[in-house]
């Protein structure tokens, strides 16, 4: 299954942005897809997961009650809407998918990735 992560840009802090995350194919029964992303010299992180479902998610403490992810199932397509963005949100944010796994926020679970799509958040 391939990922297309897309919807970064520049915003101003307190604004406002919607990534997408589009899978080729529905190829597992069941899965999580995650977002994570990467500050420049920082490490990977876990930013927020989805069940397949849709009716389990949970959240990095430092975005809790800014970013909602979302599922489209009929799409194939899981969304994070992203408000109150403060400049340390600045990252590339990648989407991936952890198949056959029921809501982790460990990287090392999630087998695919997509391309990544740069947020800035900057006045």
């Known amino acids: 299954v391939q990922l297309q992560a897309s919807g970064g840009g520049l915003v101003q802090p307190g604004g406002s942005l919607r990534l997408s995350c589009a899978a080729s194919?529905?190829?597992?029964?069941?899965?999580?897809t995650g977002w994570f992303r990467q500050a420049p010299g920082k490490e990977r992180e876990f930013v927020a997961a989805?069940?397949?479902?849709?009716?389990?998610?949970n959240y990095a403490d430092s975005v809790q009650g800014r970013f909602t992810i979302s599922i489209n199932g009929a799409k194939n397509t899981v969304y994070l809407h992203m408000n109150k963005l403060k400049p340390e949100d600045t990252a590339v944010y990648y989407c991936?998918?952890?198949?056959?796994?029921?809501?982790?926020?460990?990287?090392?679970?999630?087998?695919?990735w997509g391309q990544g799509t740069l947020v800035t958040v900057s006045s």
């Open positions: 991936a998918v952890a198949p056959g796994i029921r809501m982790t926020s460990k990287l090392e679970e999630y087998t695919y």
């Open positions: 989805i069940f397949w479902t849709g009716t389990s998610s």
């Open positions: 194919r529905r190829a597992f029964s069941v899965y999580t």
